[in-house]
């Protein structure tokens, strides 16, 4: 019964959304409604996302959130910058974004982006409040044209085991909610002497753990689904949480190697939903 449901609810998923590869932008525009151009929501909109950059800069953490206006005007934010960015590039990240939002998303009350430049932040807005809450749609996802490997039978066994562990490490707080440390990894595994696989996970710091690890799964399970097919390269998009993976270093984020890291003891899983059987399509 269990099996049956899930089964339901994973089919659900892959029907309604597999259309989204073909038209994926780096912006998702929410089909939630529309607001009138150049109304007084369209002006919260602006001016809330004009003071991002420097908002999101300000905070030691690096994650902003905001809002602004009167119902039923009243617009929610959140700006953040993945771990250790350096603060020029993230108010950058954060302004092309939030521009290139305005742009591709003219009149959508709801909408958010995770660029893919060499410095990953976030941007979303939307009229009703959503922090700490897990949104999985609408979820966008990209991959390159290539087979990952000849030998897919190795591939998904190396890659299992660092999507496992790395949704683990993402998920476990380790840090506040209102700093991007919190949920966020970055990892490079071996997969023959001479390729590597780099990728890189993050929720958003404000969700919990288990909503995180919810997010992720989701995310990482498609993966090898009818979405992205284990290509080469993947991108997977939601509004509460990024997933990333490629064979060369596409951001300037650390990739911490898992391979030497693996010797080090794991701290005692608190969630017993993960065991490694390095398979996310239970
Ligand atoms: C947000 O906008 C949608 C679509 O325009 C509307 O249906 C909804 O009632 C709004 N929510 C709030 C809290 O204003
Ligand atoms: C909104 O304002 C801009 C600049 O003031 C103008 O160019 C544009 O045509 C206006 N759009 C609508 C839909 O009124
Ligand atoms: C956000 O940025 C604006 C414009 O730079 C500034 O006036 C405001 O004080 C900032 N707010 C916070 C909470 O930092
Ligand atoms: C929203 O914008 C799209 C694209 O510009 C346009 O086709 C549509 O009519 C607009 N909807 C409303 C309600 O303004
Ligand atoms: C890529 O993988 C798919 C299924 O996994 C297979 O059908 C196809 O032949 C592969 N293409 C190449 C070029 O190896
Ligand atoms: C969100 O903003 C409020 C008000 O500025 C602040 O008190 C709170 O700590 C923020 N939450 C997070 C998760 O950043
Ligand atoms: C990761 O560490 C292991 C063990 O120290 C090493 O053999 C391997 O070359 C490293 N891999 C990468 C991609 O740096």
């Keep these: 019964m269990k099996q049956l449901s899930l089964f339901s609810i994973l089919c659900f998923v892959l029907i309604s959304f597999d259309g989204a590869t073909a038209t994926f932008s780096e912006e998702t525009c929410s089909n939630n409604g529309v607001f ?3 109304g007084t929501y369209d002006t919260n909109r602006r001016l809330i996302l004009s003071y991002l950059p420097s908002n999101v800069t300000a905070q030691k953490g690096l994650f ?3 809002s602004i206006g009167q119902e039923p005007n009243h617009i929610y934010a959140t700006g ?13 990240c954060i302004r092309t974004t939030s521009d ?11 909408a958010y982006s995770w660029p893919s ?5 976030h941007v979303r807005y939307s009229n009703t409040s959503f922090l700490g809450s897990l949104d999985l749609n609408p979820r966008d996802s990209i991959t390159h044209g290539a087979n990952v490997t000849s ?3 190795k591939f998904m066994k190396i890659w299992e085991d660092l999507a496992v562990r790395m949704v683990d490490a993402a998920s476990t707080s380790r840090s506040t909610p209102s700093s991007s440390d919190n949920h966020y990894t970055a990892n490079i595994a ?3 002497v001479f390729i590597d696989i780099y990728a890189l996970m993050q929720c958003t710091p404000d969700l919990s753990s288990e909503d995180c690890r919810t997010c992720l799964r989701r995310s990482a399970s498609e993966y090898s689904g009818p979405c992205c097919n284990t290509k080469r390269g993947t991108r997977i998009v939601r509004p509460s949480c990024y997933f990333r993976m490629e064979l060369y270093s596409f951001s300037k984020a650390t990739f911490v190697n898992f391979t030497a890291a693996a010797v080090v003891p794991q701290p005692p899983d608190s969630q017993p939903s993960t065991t490694n059987n390095g398979n996310f399509s239970n």
């Design 190 to 192: 071996a997969l023959t």
């Design 117 to 121: 430049g060499p410095t990953l932040c």
């Design 100 to 110: 290139a939002l305005i742009q591709k998303c003219p009149n959508q009350t709801e």
């Design 64 to 66: 902003y959130n905001a």
């Design 151 to 153: 030998d897919l039978t």
């Design 80 to 92: 953040m910058c993945i771990h250790g960015s350096d603060p020029v590039d993230c108010s950058d």
């Design 36 to 38: 009138m151009p150049n």
